[in-house]
């Protein structure tokens, strides 16, 4: 049990051009999680403390440690002053697979690739996504402003990245928030693991920009079209175009910008 909390109300003083008040604010919750497996150190990441099996899960998934929750034999989560462990323990076939290619990942809440060694270790392949899934533009555009008022953590804070599963008939059936957009993503896709949710058919709300880890993430859950509120980097069009993806960014009130494999789109029943 983790009793970091997500957020915690501190105590400031606002200025609005008269004499300074004291106020306070809820301020989000950002600790060291580091992600152990079979009792060695893989990776420390600054994430909010919340929904951490999932993010523990879901980082392992999208980083390729695991391919189905299952590999994982137990997680368990230990906190401590400097911060909270999600120790995991594979199989030995996957632990031994995992040391050979074993490195060191320090990543704050930007977007650094620290212990990668080549081009090709940042810049993998991504699977292939296949899903033959079809969307109404209109709907996306829906999904989209609905997303705002299910950020339960960003509506006290202000400060949280958002991610979500929506799907055409079930509407948005997961959202995890985090002050990182990529731990967002990877808690978001530890939960749609974890509880079996089907993702052929469906789409991943993103409140962030979308760079190419979002894009690779997207692909090793294989979801076939994202949607972002703010714009993609030309790597992460590249590499959706390559794996299959359906990229839309740029989602406003009016409409959004496809920029990949927009055959997934139906526009004909929207506008």
Known sequence: MVASPAFNEVNQLAWRGGPPLPSSRAVAG?????????????????????????????????????ERST?????????SELGIEARMWLDESRAAR??????AIAGPVGCGLCGIESLEQACPMPPAVTSQASCDA?????????LAPLQRLNRVTHA??????WH??????????????????????????RADVPRSEGALLLTSR???????KAAMIAVPIIVAISAPTTLAIATAHRAGITLIAVARDDGY?????PERIIFSRSG
Do not use: C
């Not at 910008?257 to 494999?261: D, G, I, L, S, Y």
């Open 30 to 66: 950002e600790s060291a999680i580091a992600l152990t497996y079979n009792g060695s150190s893989h990776a420390v990441m600054m994430a909010t403390p919340a929904d951490l099996e999932d993010f523990a899960v879901g980082f392992s998934l999208t980083e390729g440690v695991i």
């Open 257 to 261: 910008e496809v920029f990949t494999h």
């Open 71 to 79: 590999d994982i034999g137990s997680l368990e989560l230990i906190e």
């Open 98 to 103: 995992l040391r050979w290619r074993r490195r």
């Open 138 to 146: 209109q709907d996306l555009l829906n999904a989209m402003a609905e």
């Open 210 to 216: 979308v760079s190419v880890e979002m894009v690779q």
């Open 160 to 165: 949280m990245h958002a991610a979500a599963f």
């Open 168 to 193: 055409p008939e079930h509407g948005i059936r997961l959202i995890r928030e985090d002050v990182g957009r990529h731990n967002a993503l990877d808690k978001l896709a530890g939960a749609l693991v």
